[in-house]
């Protein structure tokens, strides 16, 4: 996993509250275990028309958004069933940051394993993000827990151990074989 210090990006607003797993990636494009090859998947039923072509009036499929990489975004985002799909669909799209109201437990630990950053702020605060150009540059500093734009800064929080973890790029195995010289010691003791 790639360690996430800092990160700039430019926003995409989809203020939608409760986006739902479905919504995110339809359960008829889960077809793979690979974690690559579903972003042109992504908010499918809202991103085209039924004839497949582009929704112009989706956020995604303007010009001013075709490159965001922070998603924006409402409460309880990610709810409804747990598939990691959903994940790797906002991953593959380029997504990696999400700024929400809240999370789906499921959804904010897949996005956490696959080493991207969930930040949760109040609603003003998002309003007032969704509202930026998607020209403007945003900054995510991940150390000093800090989201700037505009010359504005927004303070979240993320617990400690997963701030640790992305800051130096661990995902489980990783932060096992943190471990490595431990465990061959205990082997060694107990076997």
């Known amino acids: 996993m790639k360690a996430f210090t800092k990160f700039q990006g430019t926003i995409v607003p989809i203020m939608n509250d409760n986006i739902d797993t479905d919504q995110l990636i339809p359960k008829q494009y889960l077809k793979s275990t690979e974690k690559t090859g579903f972003g042109k998947y992504l908010f499918d039923e809202w991103r085209y028309n039924e004839d497949g072509s582009d929704n112009l009036n989706f956020n995604l499929n303007k010009a001013e958004y075709k490159k965001g990489t922070i998603l924006i975004t409402g409460e309880n985002f990610g709810c409804g069933s747990s598939r990691e799909h959903a994940a790797w669909a906002l991953q ?28 949760t702020l109040p609603k003003e605060d998002r309003d007032e993000l969704s509202k930026l150009s998607g020209d403007i540059v945003v900054t995510v500093d991940l150390e000093n827990n800090k ?34 010289d431990k465990i061959k010691e205990f082997e060694n003791n107990h076997m």
């Open 92 to 119: 593959d799209y380029g997504f990696h940051v999400i700024v929400a109201g809240g999370y789906s437990g499921i959804f904010y630990m897949n996005w956490l394993n696959n080493g991207h950053l969930p930040i």
């Open 147 to 180: 989201l700037s734009a505009n010359g504005k800064d927004y303070f979240f929080n993320l617990e400690e151990t997963w701030k640790e973890r992305l800051l130096k790029g661990l995902d489980s195995i990783g932060l096992t074989l943190q471990y490595e």
